[in-house]
């Protein structure tokens, strides 16, 4: 039948696809890595101010130099892939480089920790978090980035349009020196985890995040850099580059990257970076099963009045921000007190959540 024969030749191109990752060599790390023929295409030059976060490392082996991205974490640290600071001699980290003839800043690094778990072959827990010798200077051109909030643990971003920004190689076969001048960027979609599989059947893992390459990709050189999103107006960190196609990251093969969320407590337990667990300053979401708002007490229809939060979202009940600033002015911010009435009793007590929280679901999600 000819739906036989499709599958037939559909599992004789899969077998080969993996035969041709098992005969992959490693040369100097990663087997994915180290070929010279990649490059950022479609790439935009950054402006000053457009990704402060960004880092330049220049890691010095015993045999070799070699450039790779970062991200600045917090005041004395920068998060980077530990496929590029492995058997590091020197290391100097460059802030505020958004062009290479204009560096801010100039920091040499003291100690380098690579994840316990990290894969020099499979390149699983490809993270490694570099301490400063000396605190960064903050400026408009180099700024702290901004850690996802643990809300977003196990969130897949599927379809979420990202920013990945590099020094890394522009064009292929060109011989470029790298860092090339210019700070680039390009915009790139995050894909499912399911149809990364088929391009990296060996390598890829749950801790990963892939993006596509059609509008561009992430080179030599570009291995540590941050992959961005912006959500709520805000731009947070899901990404680390890790590695692309082996044979050119214009041949439309993903892009593969440490997912951040995965490694949330690893971060903060070794770094300065900002603390993402839950407080009273983080938004959280309480059911209200009657699918009403509570005003004064009693039930406000969503359609009533002029009320707005942030991201409210209809779940099969309506969700409400507690601890956000609310227009409408009858609507009460309700706090522990003694005596409750029944409405009330909807609310958390403070520092302890309620049994009907809920992590917020993220914008243009649709909840579970």
């Known amino acids: 039948m000819a739906g036989s024969s499709s599958w037939d030749q559909f599992g004789f191109v899969l077998a080969a696809a993996v035969l041709c990752c098992c005969l992959i060599t490693p040369t100097s790390g990663n087997p994915l890595l180290d070929v010279p023929d990649r490059r950022i295409n479609n790439g935009v030059e950054a402006g ?8 330049g490392v220049l890691v010095t082996r015993p045999s070799q130099t070699y450039f ?89 971003f599927n379809n979420y349009e990202t920013t990945i920004a590099g020094w890394g190689q522009t064009g292929s076969n060109t011989g470029e020196v790298i860092p090339v001048r210019r700070l680039l960027y390009f915009r790139a979609r995050v894909i499912t985890n399911t149809s990364c599989l088929i391009s990296f059947p060996l390598y890829l893992s749950s801790t990963n995040i892939c993006t596509s390459t059609g509008e561009g990709a992430a080179c030599v050189g570009d291995e540590g850099g941050p992959v961005t999103v912006t959500e709520n107006g ?41 603390n993402t667990e839950l407080n009273e300053n983080t938004p959280t979401c309480v059911v209200i099963p009657s699918a009403s708002m509570i005003v004064s007490g009693a039930p406000l229809s969503p359609a009533q009045g002029d009320v707005s939060a942030p991201s409210v979202h209809m779940c099969a009940s309506t969700i409400v921000f507690v601890g956000r600033l609310i227009r409408q002015a009858r609507l009460l911010m309700i706090s522990a007190r003694p005596k409750r009435s029944s409405a009330e009793l909807l609310m958390p007590e403070p520092n302890r959540p309620h049994p009907n929280t809920v992590p917020c679901c993220p914008t243009n999600v649709a909840c579970t």
């Not at 290391?91 to 480089?97: E, R």
């Not at 490694?128 to 180099?142: D, F, G, K, M």
């Open 68 to 156: 790779c991205g970062g991200t600045l974490i917090s005041l004395r640290h920068i998060l980077t892939s530990a496929n590029c600071v492995d058997g590091y001699r020197t290391i100097t980290v460059m802030l505020g480089a958004y062009d290479m003839t204009m560096v801010q800043d100039f920091i040499t690094v003291s100690s380098v920790l690579v994840h316990p778990n990290f894969s020099s072959f499979f390149y699983t827990n490809d993270l490694a978090i570099l301490t400063l010798s000396r605190p960064a200077q903050l400026s408009e051109r180099v700024q702290i980035v901004q850690l996802p909030s643990r809300l977003y643990i196990g969130h897949s």
């Open 234 to 274: 805000q731009t947070i960190l899901i990404g680390v580059h890790s590695y692309g196609f082996s044979m050119g990251c214009e041949r439309s093969w993903p892009s593969v990257h440490t997912r951040i969320t995965e490694y949330l407590t690893w971060i903060e337990n070794n770094s300065d970076a900002p």
């Open 48 to 55: 000053p101010t457009d990704i402060p976060f960004a880092a």
